[in-house]
């Protein structure tokens, strides 16, 4: 039962650099969802996604991108890396009659 | 603006005794949802409760139990008989919209430590 799988769990990133947070989720959940955890502020949504080829803006989506091309999948794209993006990153799911929410294990992100 | 308001940035219990968590929520939806979270220092997210806005009893989940006050937009985490591995950071989050999906918003945490 592997759940919400995160990848990696830990980068280091110079300004300016781009890459991609993985999410990949075995349960069959059309709803996906990314988070950031900053000290102070809780969670906070940067994208989410209500099915392969549907997604949508959450509270915080500027400086990052996503894409669903299948159930399975929803990576987090970071353009060109901020210090302000140095956060733990959390990948959500869910099915739309279950009111829990899965996460996966996070990923530490330093942006230097 | 916040939707999601935790007053309580840490607080210290004993162990066996019982801790109260407030949460305080907005929304002007008529149906929503609020759910508690536990993150221990190992960092992962664990679901502790859900309650309904149109549930009519306080939802109950062993040793947690959710202390829920419509008119005052309260909905209160309760944990019983603390144990050491109660020591976490504690989420409290509402979904609020009437369609099946929901924005899921966070509070800022609490953070409890249990004292043998």
């Known amino acids: 039962n592997a759940g919400v799988t995160q990848t990696p769990k830990f980068q280091v990133l110079k300004t300016g650099q781009s890459m991609t947070l993985q999410c990949a989720q075995d349960m069959n959940h059309e709803y996906m969802s990314w988070y950031r955890q900053d000290p102070g502020m809780g969670l906070r949504l940067i994208h989410y996604s209500v099915g392969a080829g549907i997604t949508d803006q959450g509270e915080v989506p500027n400086g990052y991108n996503v894409s669903r091309s299948t159930t399975e999948d929803f990576p987090l794209r970071l353009l060109s890396a901020a210090p302000s993006q140095t956060s733990v990153y959390f990948c959500a799911s869910r099915e739309p009659n279950n009111e829990k929410l899965f996460f996966g294990s996070g990923t530490q992100l330093s942006v230097l | ?116």
């Open chain 2, 1 to 116: 603006a916040q939707k999601i308001t935790q007053t309580q940035p840490g607080m210290f219990v004993q162990e066996k005794e019982a801790v109260t968590l407030d949460c305080t929520y907005d929304t002007s939806d008529p149906s929503y949802g609020l759910f508690w979270y536990k993150q221990p220092s190992s960092g992962e997210m664990i679901f502790l409760i859900y309650q309904g806005s149109y549930d009519q009893q306080n939802a109950t989940e062993g040793r947690y139990s959710l202390n829920f006050q419509k008119a005052r937009k309260s909905a209160n985490l309760v944990i019983s008989a603390s144990q050491l591995g109660d020591s976490a950071m504690y989420f409290c989050a509402m979904r609020d919209g009437t369609d099946s999906w929901g924005k899921f918003q966070f509070g800022a945490g609490t953070q409890v430590v249990v004292t043998p």
